[in-house]
T-cell receptor, first 110, second 118 residues
Framework: SQKIEQNSEALNIQEGKTATLTCNYTNYSPAYLQWYRQDPGRGPVFLLL?????KEKRKERLKVTFDTTLKQSLFHITASQPADSATYLCALPERLDMRFGAGTRLTVKP | DADVTQTPRNRITKTGKRIMLECSQTKGHDRMYWYRQDPGLGLRLIYY???????NKGEISDGYSVSRQAQAKFSLSLESAIPNQTALYFC?????????????????FGPGTRLLVL
């Protein structure tokens, strides 16, 4: 089954900087990949979906890339704000369900 | 009102007890899921259901059972709770976007149930 690795458990950055989170997978390249945001004590919330034939997807201050050669997706938050502090999960479809990474906890310091 | 609700939100129980976690959704989705989340392990799928007559085991189904009472309701049972089932449990629903070849689904999660088994 697919193994999903997110670069680190925690990432600390200064407000205004760009946060870059990494999601690597090990097996076949999926038809699409998703990113979710999870706040403490709450369920994950869908942010973005990128398809295998898309190199980049943007939504406001968020940008996602998908490199099927590297088997990697990068998730960027530009002009980061303390309100962006949360855990970010990547997810891939596998057979009939979705597999989630363990997440990266982002802290944006004022 | 929230689209996906879970009850209870918190539960403390003792080893050996049977407990049920309930999930209701108003999104009209056919697909429903139960996950558990543990620190460092992320979300792991317990069971999923694609319609009322369909039940499928996920990655970690041992020790759990489910019931899909209606399109909107999907309950998770721990027949005999044990301490290593202490975790955060999430219910989710999804709908298939037929516009993407092979389909693409976005999952919508409930607020979670924090379970402690003593």
């Amino acid at each position: 089954s697919q193994k999903i690795e997110q670069n680190s458990e925690a990432l600390n950055i200064q407000e205004g900087k760009t946060a870059t989170l990494t999601c690597n997978y090990t097996n076949y390249s999926p038809a699409y990949l998703q990113w979710y945001r999870q706040d403490p004590g709450r369920g994950p919330v869908f942010l973005l979906l990128i398809r295998e034939n898309e190199k980049e997807k943007r939504k406001e201050r968020l940008k996602v890339t998908f490199d099927t050669t590297l088997k990697q997706s990068l998730f960027h938050i530009t002009a980061s704000q303390p309100a962006d502090s949360a855990t970010y999960l990547c997810a891939l479809p596998e057979r009939l369900d979705m597999r989630f990474g363990a997440g990266t906890r982002l802290t944006v310091k004022p | 009102d929230a689209d996906v609700t879970q009850t209870p939100r918190n539960r403390i129980t003792k080893t050996g007890k049977r407990i049920m976690l309930e999930c209701s959704q108003t999104k009209g989705h056919d697909r429903m899921y139960w996950y558990r989340q543990d620190p460092g392990l992320g979300l792991r799928l317990i069971y999923y259901s694609f319609d009322v007559k369909d039940i499928n085991k996920g990655e970690i189904s041992d020790g759990y059972s489910v019931s899909r009472q209606a399109q909107a309701k999907f309950s998770l049972s721990l027949e005999s709770a044990i301490p290593n089932q202490t975790a955060l449990y999430f219910c989710a629903t999804s709908d298939l976007d037929e516009g993407l070849a092979g389909g693409a689904e976005t999952q919508y999660f409930g607020p979670g149930t924090r379970l402690l088994v003593l």
